[in-house]
């Protein structure tokens, strides 16, 4: 196949649907709403997994043998008290919307709302089988939701840009609505916070309080006298009070009672609460986290009583922010960074439960190591996944002088090795290159620490690894970067380790004939050649001397490259292939000649240490700004996954590597995801009659087509769009809920014009037909 190598036949190409800005239709066991049957650990369920460590906890929401974890990057946690057990759900087309939450909901329908920053409102079916959405497009303010309250069968939501009202099937309407002047005339549309009793309405900004009648239409919102110019950060509501938040101070008024707004900081026993951070409304209580414990609000004495004085929430720190929840028997939930408080009893007795994750989601490097996946981050520590879980090794936790059974500092990690001895070697920047030999029962660590700078001039400079590579003697190279680049300190070019682990040489331009300091990707070939991709000048390749690893020969450069910034190198058979500005290229192993090369439509991101990789099929799988990119040699095409059509926590893709049976680990700048392109989902269940509806509908033709959704009672779909005479327009496949099923053109290309339409939508072996206007 000139030069590429063919794929391997059987059960080699464990292929998934092809797709090519599709939605992918292996969604529907992804995570789940429940344990999956079956030994397989969560991760190993479903087409894809996202793995993403919780920080910041934003609402809590506690109902039976189940607490609802609403979190700014993790998406939604169900922790079961009976068995301690946390589940994740998170973002994927056609299910939750968002990673990042806000606020939940419970209708009195039996639905979950969940409130999303930048993505509106999802919704659970009470069922908990079926996701949609309430967004922009079908009438919120803002696609960030910041509050709920509810009514009956409707609902307020608040956003940044307003209020709207859901009628419980549809939006009615927003204030402002963008023709009126807006009713909140202090200034500002924020809205922090709503709280609803009997005909009133209140909803806090940060500009005053508001207060408006459903009985009046809500058109009328009236700002409460007095405190017209305070920012507050919610409001919430008893039988008796309202109680809302004002920086780190609570501010009470009575219902229907003249007068002020007062302060609300008295303790039960004397004395006063210490500064709020915030405040919930569960269970009809009123619940607030300080700087110094948990208190629940007495309406008849109107004080506080303490909770617990054992936990501080740290204002203008969400990761150290607490939630906090109670449950309909009395017992307490609260969580931050660290994990789920539950109260288990008197006294202040509080078991954590914490949820399983990588060490933390700024990930810079991926390594296998058998069944074992190795896991380096930023600034959040190193991490282990196998069979029994995740061992993590956190940020800045350094071990004692002279310890040698751990990592010394997992700080800063970009390169990461596993070499043919199975040890695994660490860059963290600026401290130390750890080797990792987990061979033997207790694990033994080699320091490669460097003298102070006053020893060996800016020695942190030796630590500054980025690309690595392992060669058949048993060698290991490492291509240099720096930590301070822009001031005084150039980069170290290329570092060799020998056998016995020990630096052996330094390779820079000065000394050498590597041609760059900076060295951002390394593979060597299955003749022994070593490869260098550097920073500015393109690839270079080495005939390596055998046993002189203390020299290197001059260096064959790959013609047209000599100005590219090299991402990533990896040699497969006769291939060596490369990732350079927006392409993948292919070059001949014996002499560097350009064989193919494919656009992919985006570059590599700042902190991709490690963005391409080759499966044993020969797939290709290339991390970039845009999401991924699957490659099948000799196919001339190029997939793309995104978050249009794929669970990945960030399009910004920073490391890649692939398991023998071909599952795909994929690290991100927001997480870590698994996807597995041979999983097959098992077929959904039968409904007794299957029912959809298709819409907008009517739609609105423009220049650039349409964007027709569906929905209905199954949970994968199949189909065809036909005219009036019976000519099939189009067809689709794979769709779930509120899945694309149309653009407005044909199978040709062409624009549909207005008219009536009819779609056929098959699942589990039943069908159904939807009739479809469109306009102009």
Known sequence: MDGLEAPLPGPFRPRGVGMRKRWVILFSVLTGLGAASGSAPAWERGAWSTLIRAYTYRD???????????????????????????????????????????????????????????????????????????????????????????????????????????????????????FNPSPFTNGSDWITGIAIHGDSAWVSTRLGVYRSQFSQGLTTWTSE???????????????????????????????????????????????TIPNAVRIYQDQGKLLLTTEQG????????????????????????????????????????????????????????????????????????????GKRLWVNTFAEGIGRLDD??????????????????????????????????????????????????????????????????????????????????????GGRWFGMDTNNRDVCCPARG????????????????????VRDNIVRALTVDRSGRLWVGYLTKGIDYFDLIPNRPDSLPQPHTVAGTERLGVAGLVARGDTVWA??????????????????????????????????????????????????????????????????????????????QVEPSGVVWIGTSLGLNRYDPGYRPPPPPPVPQLKVTVYPNPAWLSSIGIGIKLTGNATSYSGEIYDLQGRRLRRFSGVGNQGFVWDGYTEQGHLARPGIYFLRVQSGGKSASSRLILLR
Not at 227 to 256: K, M, Q, R, Y
Not at 319 to 343: C, K, P
Not at 623 to 651: C, H, K, M, W, Y
Request: one cysteine or more.
């Open 225 to 271: 006298a007095g405190i017209e110019s305070f920012a507050f950060e919610n409001i919430v509501t008893d039988d008796t009070t309202l109680i809302a938040l004002w920086g780190n101070a609570p501010l009470s008024h009575a219902f229907d009672t003249p007068g002020p707004w007062s302060l609300a900081t008295n303790v039960a026993g004397g004395g």
């Open 60 to 178: 809590l929401l506690a109902e039976g043998d189940t607490v609802w974890c609403a979190t700014g990057e993790a998406g939604l946690l169900r922790y079961q008290p009976s068995d301690s057990s946390f589940i994740a759900i998170n973002r994927e087309p056609g299910g939750l919307a968002s990673n990042s939450l806000t606020t939940l909901l419970r209708d009195r329908s039996g639905r979950l709302w969940v409130g999303t920053l930048g993505a509106g409102a999802s919704r659970l079916s009470a069922d908990g089988t079926k996701w949609d959405v309430v967004n922009r497009f079908d009438g919120l303010p803002s696609d960030s939701v910041t509050a709920f309250a509810a009514r009956g069968d409707s609902l307020l939501i608040g956003t940044p840009r307003g209020i709207a009202l859901w009628t419980g099937t549809e939006i009615q309407g927003a204030l402002p609505d963008g």
């Open 579 to 656: 990732f350079h500005g927006t392409e993948l290229v292919a070059y001949r192993r014996t002499n560097g000649d350009r064989i193919v090369s494919y656009s992919l439509g985006a570059g590599v991101g700042q902190g991709a240490v490690n963005p391409l990789a080759v499966g044993r099929d020969g797939t290709v799988w290339v991390g970039t700004t845009n999401g991924i990119r699957e490659v099948v040699p000799g196919s001339g095409s190029v997939q793309a996954f995104d978050l249009l059509n794929s669970p990945l926590a960030s399009e910004d893709v920073r490391a890649i």
């Open 294 to 369: 948990f208190f629940v609000w007495n309406s008849n004495m109107k004080y506080w009583v303490k909770v617990t004085n054992q936990f501080a929430s740290v204002r203008n720190d969400d990761h150290r922010s607490f939630a906090l929840t109670v449950d309909r028997n009395g017992r307490f939930f609260a969580a931050e960074q660290d994990g789920l408080r539950e109260r288990v009893g008197n006294p202040d007795l509080w078991t954590l439960r914490a949820p399983a994750g990588p060490p933390g989601n700024d990930i810079l490097n991926l390594a296998l190591d």
């Open 494 to 513: 290329l570092h060799y380790f020998d056998l016995g682990g020990n630096l052996f040489q330094a390779f820079t331009p000065d000394s050498s004939s």
């Open 388 to 473: 029994r879980g995740w061992r993590n090794w956190p940020f800045d936790v350094r071990c004692a002088p002279g310890c040698d059974t751990t990592l010394y500092a997992p700080n800063y990690a970009f390169a990461l090795l596993v070499d043919r001895r199975s040890k695994k070697w660490f860059g963290c920047w600026g401290t130390v290159i750890d080797v990792y030999d987990d061979s033997l029962p207790t694990p033994h660590v080699t320091h490669h620490l460097y003298q102070p700078d006053d020893v060996l001039p800016d020695g942190g400079r030796y630590t500054c690894a980025w690309a690595s590579a392992a060669d058949s003697s």
